[in-house]
């Protein structure tokens, strides 16, 4: 019996899932199920919040989000310009809420069986009006 020893930590076999891709089959279909639920989750929870600056500003920020073998979406790192932070100094609190305020995932990500972290960047785009 031969055993592949080389593991692609690059890619993995099942996607996160939030419930409503609990019974979709196959992996694209997962993974574009799992990534229009936290796009459309987070836009809608972060224009709840109404994001208020002192001047405007229409800038894209990149968000690292990890997702942990226990189902947690976490905030790995947020990168954006000095120009953003100086405008909107609250910018890490609305995302860090929204974040929080995610639907449970039903599971995280899977390879070879085993539950693992996953980590995913969304680009975001700042179009604060004054």
């Known amino acids: 019996m031969v055993m592949d020893t080389i593991i692609d930590y690059s890619t993995i076999d099942v996607y996160p899932m939030f419930k409503?891709?609990?019974?979709l089959?196959?992996?694209?279909?997962?993974?574009?199920?799992?990534?229009?639920?936290?796009?459309?989750?987070?836009?809608?929870?972060?224009?709840?919040?109404?994001?208020?600056g002192p001047?405007?500003?229409?800038?894209?920020?990149?968000?690292?989000?990890?997702?942990?073998?226990?189902?947690?979406?976490?905030?790995?790192?947020?990168?954006?310009?000095?120009?953003?932070?100086?405008?909107?100094?609250?910018?890490?609190s609305v995302l860090t809420a929204s974040i929080n305020l995610l639907p449970?995932?039903?599971?995280?990500a899977i390879k070879r069986g085993i539950p693992v972290k996953s980590q995913y960047k969304l680009p975001i785009l700042i179009n604060v009006k004054q």
């Open 20 to 23: 409503n891709c609990e019974n």
């Open 25 to 52: 089959d196959g992996k694209e279909n997962q993974e574009h199920c799992f990534g229009t639920e936290l796009v459309e989750q987070l836009e809608e929870l972060i224009v709840l919040d109404k994001i208020k």
């Open 55 to 92: 001047a405007a500003t229409y800038d894209t920020i990149y968000m690292d989000i990890s997702i942990a073998q226990d189902n947690k979406i976490r905030i790995a790192r947020i990168n954006y310009s000095d120009i953003v932070r100086d405008k909107i100094p609250n910018l890490d």
């Open 104 to 108: 449970e995932l039903v599971q995280p």
